[in-house]
């Protein structure tokens, strides 16, 4: 007697419903572009301020000692830990850090930009 249970047919599983991979933020396609607009006048090429170039940014932000504060520039996963985030929302001091909130010249990111940094670096700072 084959009596199983009825098959909804509903073959979704939690997995299926997680887009997670087609929401990652990464550097390249989501951060950069804000850099580019915002950051570059400062951090771009090789005089750049605080030896931080944001036009090639992966290499000089994830994983790399900031030189103003025991942070890393940016820290996979840790906002806390990012030099970056805290110089942007203008807790540098706190950490350690020095000068001033950037962007530089009184600018500030919107709230948009900023969640898309926060989430970037919170979700691995992804290349």
């Given amino acids: 007697d084959d009596t199983t249970p ?3 047919d509903d073959d979704t599983t939690p997995a299926d419903d997680d887009d997670s991979a087609s929401t990652a933020v990464s550097l390249a396609t989501d951060i ?3 850099f580019t607009a915002s950051c570059n006048p400062c951090h771009v ?3 750049s301020s605080a030896g931080l170039t944001l036009d090639s940014a992966y290499g000089t932000l994830v994983g790399v000692a ?3 504060s025991p942070l890393n520039r940016v820290e996979e996963g840790s906002t806390q830990d990012s030099y970056l985030w805290h110089k ?3 807790t540098q ?3 350690g850090g020095s000068g ?3 962007p530089e010249g009184g600018g500030t990111l919107t709230p948009a930009e900023l969640a898309s940094i926060e989430a970037w670096i919170v979700g691995g700072a992804l290349p």
């Fill in 6 to 8: 009825a098959d909804d």
């Fill in 66 to 68: 900031s030189y103003e």
């Fill in 93 to 95: 001091k706190n950490v």
């Fill in 45 to 47: 090429g090789g005089g």
């Fill in 100 to 102: 001033q909130q950037m």
């Fill in 88 to 90: 942007l929302q203008g």
């Fill in 32 to 34: 950069q572009p804000i």
